[in-house]
Nanobody
Framework: QVQLVESGGGLVQPGGSLRLSCAVS????????MGWYRQTPGKQRELVAG???????NYADSVKGRFTISRDNAKNAVYLQMNDLKPEDTAVYYC???????????WGQGTQVTVSS
């Protein structure tokens, strides 16, 4: 029943911007810390950015200063604003909800981001 649905991916030129959105089931959103992960073929899934229910954020070194994670608790949504995109940012991006009480991780289906000239 729990669903996470990502959107906003696409093709963009180096230096461009995209904003990813993740809609989360209202039944769990208030209990979760949220994160954006990305994965390319043959590589481990890595944490890009995280945000707690209280609004504290953390970022991978590779995206600091370029990406911004935020959440809207009224809309049960989390966002990832990606600026100054680089070819190495190309990946499938996944939204994750970490349930603090149940200690379960929920994943979205992923959205493709391709940075190419």
């Amino acid at each position: 029943q729990v669903q996470l649905v990502e959107s906003g991916g696409g093709l963009v030129q180096p230096g461009g911007s995209l904003r990813l959105s993740c809609a989360v089931s209202a039944s769990i959103f208030s209990f979760t810390d949220m994160g954006w992960y990305r994965q390319t073929p043959g590589k481990q899934r890595e944490l890009v950015a995280g945000i707690t229910s209280g609004g504290s954020t953390n970022y991978a070194d590779s995206v600091k200063g370029r990406f911004t994670i935020s959440r809207d608790n009224a809309k049960n949504a989390v966002y990832l604003q990606m600026n100054d995109l680089k070819p190495e940012d190309t990946a499938v991006y996944y939204c994750n909800a970490d349930h603090r009480v149940l200690r379960l991780k929920y994943w979205g289906q992923g959205t493709q981001v391709t940075v190419s000239s």
